[in-house]
C-alpha cells in the first residue's frame, strides 16, 4: 500500500494584505500561502495579523524572487531569511518557480528558462543547494511561459529532467499547463500524465486572461475558468487527491465569493474515494 506523503490538507487560499480584516476564522480554507518576500520583517498591525493567523491555521511559502535560473549568484541572504521564517511561523513547505527573474538587478517579471540540457544541469544544481541551506526539500512550480529561447527540449522533458536531477518535489499548476497548451499548442492531458505523481506536493488553480483564442496570459486575475476546473479533476484522477491552492492575486472579489471556489475545490477532491492513504509530512 502506497502512503502518500503531503505537509498540509484540503484545499488552501493564497493569502493577501487586502484580506485583513475579513474572517477567515472558519473552516472553510484548510491552509493558507503566502510569498515570504512579502512578509518578511513585517511589523505592525499586519506582522501582528500574521502571526495570528499562523499560530492557527498550517501555512506554506511559494517564493517570488529565488531566481532559480539566473546566472547570478543565489542570494544566500534571502535564503537565511526564508529559514528563520520557515521556523518562526512552523511554515509546512516551500516552493518556487522554475524561472529566473533577475539579471544583475530584479527584472520583476518571471523569465523562462531555456530547455536544454545544460539549463538542466545549472539548475538541478542550485536547487540542491537551496535545499541543502534550507535543509529541507523544496518543490518547483511548472510555470507558464511566452517564448522559448534556445529550445533543445520540450517543456515536459525539461520539467522531468529538473525533477530528477535535483531530486526535489513538484508543486503542480493546471492553470499553467492550460495556458501553455494553447499558447504552445499542445495535449494538456498527456502533459499531465507523464508528470511524477511521487514528487507532486500541492496543487495551484488560477483564472487567466484571454488575450485572445490562441493566446491566454496567467494573471491570477479572474475566476477559475471550466477547462481548468476539469483539468484539476483529471489531475486527481490521474495523481489521486492532493492539497490544492487558490490564486487570486488582483481584482479580488468579495471573501463569500472566493471561498465559493475554494468549496469548488473542495467539492472535486470529496467526489474521489480516496484509494491510497495519505500522511502530514514535515518534508
Request: glycine share 6%; hydrophobic share 40%; proline share 5%.
Amino acid at each position: 500500500m502506497v502512503v502518500r506523503n503531503y505537509s498540509v490538507e484540503g484545499a488552501g487560499l493564497g493569502l493577501r494584505r487586502s484580506m485583513m480584516g475579513e474572517d477567515l476564522s472558519s473552516n472553510a480554507v484548510d491552509f493558507f500561502e503566502v510569498a515570504p518576500e512579502n512578509w518578511i520583517g513585517v511589523g505592525g498591525r499586519y506582522g501582528r495579523w500574521f502571526r495570528q493567523l499562523s499560530e492557527r491555521h498550517p501555512f506554506i511559502l511559494h517564493g517570488l524572487s529565488l531566481s532559480i535560473g539566473s546566472s547570478d549568484p543565489l542570494d544566500m541572504e534571502l535564503l537565511a531569511s526564508i529559514k528563520q521564517f520557515i521556523r518562526e511561523h512552523d511554515i509546512r513547505l516551500y516552493s518556487e518557480h522554475l524561472s529566473y527573474c533577475s539579471d544583475q538587478g530584479h527584472l520583476y517579471d518571471l523569465l523562462p528558462i531555456p530547455f536544454t540540457e545544460e539549463a538542466v544541469m545549472y539548475v538541478a544544481e542550485r536547487i540542491r543547494m537551496v535545499q541543502d541551506t534550507l535543509e529541507q526539500r523544496i518543490a518547483m512550480e511548472n510555470v507558464s511561459y511566452y517564448a522559448a529561447p534556445g529550445q533543445e527540449m520540450s517543456e515536459l522533458a525539461f520539467l522531468q529532467a529538473v525533477l530528477q536531477e535535483a531530486d526535489c518535489d513538484l508543486l503542480l499548476d493546471v492553470n499553467n499547463i492550460y495556458v501553455n497548451s494553447i499558447n504552445h499548442r499542445y495535449d494538456p492531458l498527456e502533459f499531465l500524465c507523464s508528470l511524477p505523481s511521487e514528487r507532486m506536493r500541492y496543487v495551484h488553480v488560477a483564472g487567466h486572461y484571454d488575450e485572445a483564442d490562441d493566446l491566454k496570459v496567467d494573471t491570477h486575475g479572474a475566476a477559475v475558468i471550466d477547462p481548468v476546473w476539469q483539468l484539476l479533476d483529471k489531475a486527481y484522477e490521474i495523481h489521486g487527491v492532493m492539497p490544492t491552492l487558490l490564486e487570486r492575486d488582483f481584482n479580488i472579489p468579495p471573501m463569500p465569493q472566493l471561498l465559493e471556489e475554494v468549496q469548488q475545490i473542495k467539492r472535486t477532491q470529496a467526489s474521489y474515494q480516496v484509494e491510497e492513504p495519505y500522511v502530514l509530512s514535515r518534508r
